[in-house]
């Protein structure tokens, strides 16, 4: 049984990130199998998120944002968003920067195939893939080998298709992107598109859906083509990419680590419960694994009870969305209403201090938080009123 210092299952974002950070360190020479099914060679997948400073991955930024704009049906704002820049990195580029710097490592193996199993003997893991087996001091797993218990845990989908289009004139304001547009129907749900330009006439442009309810293919289609007709330009247009996926936004207690076996990336609960970016969070928290495995040879990271009151804010809004106590597009309204942008960013990547927090909370209303606070102290599914309120929106604050 051939013997490795590291095996990674699963070389997506979480996977190739770690060893990108793995070989920025003084474990660079580290024995590491990499095992995964695809050959991650396709543009499958866009990763957008907001940081403050340079990140290790600002060489492949393909695109990059200071102001951003968001819409509903009573509120709209452009904003900027200093010192935060909004950043979107395709998959294709992410893949290929990191497979470019390691592939020529003799000390790194890949493997295309699918992982059979993971398990403990003594102190070693044992993977098994493609009819073989392999050993390893420690496993970085990034592969959800069971589906999520959505019984025990507040969860909603965010389903989402994306198109990247070219118009016949110019139709997108370059250095401003829209993080959030609600003005299209909801339809008993949390329904926003967001448009990302390339330039004055290439965006992509997708819808974002919060339910557990997977639309067809067409039906986002139908989404998509209404919006470009009513709020960007009625003339005409081209697909020239596609991309759909299904991000898991759930308080599951995800188990970051079973004896040698470390889950990473959603496996390890690196998803934000309550939006569903993952990548700045996972980054963060590889970094950290990796600074630990430096320093001590063992990649374990605990939160602190403080830092896990960013989880009990995550449970008490997805119960609010969940057991729909409140619409989600009037929610977002009063969030970027009555906030300033920094504020809420900050909140959003677990970075704000109390001060900040309580103003946040103050800036919604109580009753639907409150219910589902007190709902997600006792654990309990609390009786949703029939009809949502309005909550007092005013039609007139349109900025």
Not at 84 to 92: N, S
Not at 209 to 216: A, D, Q, V
Not at 353 to 360: K, N, R, S
């Amino acid at each position: 049984m051939k013997h490795f210092d590291y095996i990674i299952t699963g070389a997506g974002g979480a996977g190739l990130s770690l060893i990108h950070h793995l070989c920025q360190t003084s474990l660079k020479d580290k024995r590491i199998l990499v095992i995964d099914k695809t050959s991650k060679d396709a543009n499958d997948r866009t990763w957008c998120f907001w940081e403050q400073e340079a990140g290790p991955f600002d060489d492949i930024v393909y695109r990059s944002w200071d102001q951003l704009s968001f819409h509903s049906k009573t509120y709209s704002k452009d904003f900027e968003i200093a010192p935060f820049q909004y950043k979107m990195i395709r998959g294709i580029d992410f893949y290929r920067h990191v497979q470019e710097k390691t592939i020529e490592q003799s000390n790194i193996e890949w493997l295309k195939a699918k992982v059979e199993d993971i398990s403990m003997e003594g102190e070693r893991v044992v993977v098994k893939a493609a009819g073989q087996s392999f050993s390893a001091d420690w496993c970085f797993n990034s592969i959800l080998f069971q589906p999520i218990n959505k019984k025990d845990s507040n969860y909603l989908d965010q389903h989402f298709k994306g198109w990247v289009v070219q118009m016949e004139e110019s139709s997108f304001t370059p250095d401003r992107a829209t993080l959030m547009d609600f003005r299209i129907p909801q339809e008993g749900e949390t329904r926003f598109l967001y448009v990302l330009p390339i330039d004055s006439r290439r965006a992509l442009i997708e819808v974002a859906i919060f339910s557990n309810n997977i639309l067809t293919s067409a039906q986002y289609d139908q989404i998509l083509d209404q919006y470009i007709k009513e709020y960007i330009s009625e003339q005409s247009y081209e697909v020239t990419h596609e991309e759909f996926g299904v991000i898991p936004m759930t308080d599951y207690p995800f188990t970051r680590s079973e004896g040698r076996v470390i889950h990473i990336g959603t496996a390890g609960g690196d998803t934000k419960a309550s939006t569903g970016y993952t990548f700045w969070r996972m980054q963060k928290h590889l970094l950290q694994l990796v600074d630990q495995l430096v320093q001590t040879g063992i990649p374990s990271i605990k939160p602190s009870s403080w830092q896990k009151r960013f989880h009990l804010y995550d449970s008490t809004l997805l119960r609010v969305l969940d057991e729909e106590r409140m619409a989600g597009d009037d929610l977002f309204t009063y969030l970027f209403r009555k906030n300033p942008p920094q504020r809420l960013l900050r909140f959003l990547n677990d970075e704000s201090h109390l001060a900040e927090e309580l103003a946040l909370m103050s800036s919604v209303p109580t009753a639907p938080f409150l219910m589902s606070f007190i709902a997600e102290l006792l654990k309990k599914r609390l009786p949703t009123p029939s009809n949502l309120p309005t909550w007092n929106l005013d039609p007139k604050a349109v900025v």
